[in-house]
């Protein structure tokens, strides 16, 4: 299926079912997005599909197809929006990327 993400277009092999979290981590290796809970909980995993929050670790992969997905490194092409610079925590970078598009101000 073809995905598009940060602005490029990726073909991929997957399972329909498979968690787009996980495409996007292990299949196409952007790991600014991350794991935590698992259970659309927490929000770590959380990336924009058509400019609206998603909790990848539980949207399936094919309900992506066709959509524009945002994560954290496609905010900016040279990593300078300032949600970017601090995303080395779990929970940091779920808060800035759900929160990207509101900045300033962001609160976590
Ligand atoms: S990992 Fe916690 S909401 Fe997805």
Redesign the pocket.
Same mark, same amino acid.
């Given at each position: 299926m073809e995905l598009h993400v940060n602005n490029a277009t990726y073909e991929v092999d997957v399972e329909p079912e498979m968690p787009l979290l996980w495409v996007i981590r292990d299949i196409l290796n952007l790991k600014g997005t991350k794991?935590?809970?698992?259970?659309?909980? *927490?929000?770590? *995993?959380t990336v924009h599909i058509d400019g609206e929050p998603v909790?990848s *670790?539980?949207y399936p992969v094919s309900a992506a197809e066709g959509k524009l997905i945002t994560t954290i490194e496609g905010l900016s092409e040279n990593a300078s929006h300032p949600v970017q610079h601090g995303s080395n925590t779990r929970y940091h970078s779920a808060v800035t990327v759900s929160q990207a598009r509101s900045w300033p101000p962001y609160r976590c």
């Open positions: 794991f935590a809970c698992g259970i659309a909980q *927490c929000g770590a *995993c909790r *670790c539980s």
